[in-house]
C-alpha cells in the first residue's frame, strides 16, 4: 500500500525533472558564468556628448572553450571587442567611448551569449532645446 | 560672531541678487522645481527650461585692497546658488563658461532678438562686487588704515544691453551696461568678452578673456578718495576712466550625474588709474578656484 502510493506518487516528478532538464542545465550554466564591468555607468557634463571610461571586464566559466566579449549596438552590427581560446577566465580593459550605453557579451564558439552587462551613459545637464543658448545647460 | 557676520556679508554679495530676481520668477520656478525629472515643462504651450545649481568652492588669491588678506577658512569659501531658467524669452542665467558665476549671481533678462549666430539681450546683472570696510577691519585683528572710516561700496548691480556672436563652441558679447538707477555707483560701463570651449574626454575647458571699461563716475565710487575721506594713510585721489582686462582657464569634470568638479585660474589686471589709487594694493592679481557643483 505504501510502496504502490509511494510509487504513484514519485512518477510525475520525475518526468517532470526530465522535461526540465535542459533548460536547468542552461540556468546552471548561465549561473556559473560570471561576467562583470566596471564601471557600470559613464557620465558624462553634457546630454549627446560622446563619454569616456576606461572599462574592466572580467569573466570566468567552468569549462574551457573559446570564448569572445563583443559590443552591441542598436544601430550598428555586433562588434568583436575580444577573444579568447581555450580559456575558462579572463579580463580586459579598454577605453569606452560613445553617446549611448552600449551592452556587451560574453559567447561561446557557437556565438551563443552566456552573459551580458551594460555601460549606462548618462549626464549631468540634460540638452537644451534651444539652439545656440550655450548660456543655459 | 565675527565669522558670523563675515559669512553673511559673503552670501549678500554672491547670492543676493539671484534670489531676488528668482522671486520674479518664483510662479514658474515653484512649478518647475515640481517637475525635476524632466527640468522642462511645457504649460499651456509654452516651454520651460530650468535649472538649479548649487556651487561649493575654495578660491585663493589676493584682494586688490590693501592690506585685506585671506585669514580665515571663510575667507576660503565660496557658497553659491545659481539658476538657469528660461520662459518666453524672459531668462536667468549664470555663465557656466566662467569660474566667477560660481562666485557670484546670476542675470536676469529679456531675449530682444535671436538669431542663428547673434544675438541681443537686455539684461540685469551685478558687475561689480562690492565690499564694507567696516565688515572687512572688523574681522581683522588688526585695523586696516586704508579703508578705516571709509563708507560703504556697494555691489554694482547695472541694467545692460548685450550683443552676443556665437557659434558651437565659442561665444564673444559685448555688454553696454548702466549703473545709474540700480547702483549708488553711478555712470556705466561696458564690458566684453569672448570664450571658448575645448573638449578633452570628459573635461570641457573653457578658455577665456575679456576688458571692462569703466566710466568716471564708476571709477570715483570704487577707487576714487574724496575730499571728506582723505587720511594720512589716505590720500585724495580723483580718477579718470579705467578698465579691467582678465584672461581665464576653467574647467569642469562630471563626477556623477548630480555632481561636478571645477577648477579654474584667473589672471586680473588692473589699468594704471585703478593700480595709483589709495586703496589699492596690486595691479595684477592671480586666483585659483577649486569647487563642487550639485545639480538639482
Wanted: a neutral charge.
Amino acid at each position: 500500500m505504501y510502496s504502490k502510493l509511494s510509487n504513484g506518487a514519485a512518477f510525475p516528478p520525475i518526468i517532470l525533472i526530465m522535461c526540465l532538464l535542459p533548460k536547468v542545465s542552461f540556468a546552471q550554466q548561465q549561473q556559473n558564468v560570471v561576467f562583470q564591468i566596471k564601471p557600470a555607468m559613464c557620465v558624462a557634463l553634457n546630454q549627446g556628448r560622446t563619454c569616456y571610461a576606461q572599462v574592466k571586464i572580467q569573466w570566468s566559466t567552468l569549462h574551457n572553450d573559446n570564448f569572445c566579449i563583443v559590443q552591441k549596438q542598436s544601430t550598428q552590427p555586433q562588434k568583436n571587442i575580444k577573444c579568447w581560446k581555450n580559456s575558462k577566465g579572463n579580463s580586459y580593459s579598454f577605453e569606452f567611448e560613445s553617446s549611448e550605453s552600449l551592452t556587451y557579451q560574453l559567447i561561446n564558439n557557437n556565438n551563443e551569449p552566456l552573459a551580458e552587462a551594460t555601460v549606462d551613459v548618462s549626464w549631468v545637464h540634460k540638452k537644451s532645446p534651444r539652439k545656440r543658448r550655450w548660456r543655459l545647460f | 560672531m565675527k565669522l558670523t557676520q563675515n559669512l553673511l556679508y559673503k552670501i549678500k554679495l554672491t547670492l543676493g541678487k539671484t534670489l531676488l530676481v528668482a522671486l520674479f520668477f518664483l510662479p514658474q520656478l515653484s512649478f518647475a522645481v515640481e517637475q525635476q525629472l524632466d527640468k522642462e515643462t511645457t504649460l499651456f504651450n509654452q516651454t520651460f527650461s530650468w535649472q538649479v545649481m548649487m556651487g561649493i568652492s575654495v578660491y585663493s588669491g589676493h584682494s586688490p585692497l590693501k592690506d585685506v588678506k585671506q585669514e580665515d577658512i571663510v575667507d576660503y569659501l565660496s557658497l553659491s546658488l545659481m539658476i538657469d531658467l528660461y520662459y518666453k524669452g524672459f531668462f536667468i542665467q549664470s555663465n557656466h563658461r566662467r569660474s566667477v558665476a560660481i562666485t557670484q549671481g546670476a542675470e536676469v533678462g529679456y531675449q530682444l532678438h535671436v538669431d542663428n549666430d547673434w544675438a541681443v539681450d537686455i539684461l540685469a546683472k551685478t558687475y561689480i562686487s562690492g565690499y564694507d570696510p567696516e565688515l572687512l577691519i572688523e574681522k581683522k585683528d588688526e585695523n586696516i588704515p586704508t579703508l578705516e572710516g571709509l563708507k560703504e561700496r556697494e555691489i554694482g548691480d547695472a541694467i545692460a544691453l548685450r550683443y552676443s556672436r556665437f557659434n558651437d563652441d565659442a561665444i564673444f558679447s559685448i555688454d553696454f551696461a548702466n549703473l545709474t538707477y540700480w547702483s549708488k555707483a553711478n555712470g556705466w560701463l561696458i564690458d566684453v568678452y569672448y570664450n571658448e570651449v575645448f573638449f578633452y574626454k570628459n573635461w570641457d575647458i573653457y578658455i577665456g578673456g575679456g576688458v571692462t571699461y569703466y566710466s568716471n563716475q564708476v571709477m570715483d565710487y570704487y577707487y576714487g578718495v574724496k575730499a571728506e575721506d582723505v587720511t594720512d594713510a589716505r590720500s585724495f585721489y580723483d580718477p579718470n576712466t579705467g578698465y579691467k582686462g582678465t584672461f581665464e582657464v576653467y574647467a569642469q569634470y562630471p563626477i556623477s550625474k548630480k555632481w561636478s568638479f571645477s577648477a579654474g585660474v584667473t589672471q586680473t589686471y588692473y589699468s594704471n588709474t585703478i593700480g595709483k589709487s589709495p586703496l589699492i594694493d596690486r595691479q595684477n592679481i592671480t586666483q585659483f578656484l577649486l569647487g563642487v557643483i550639485y545639480v538639482f
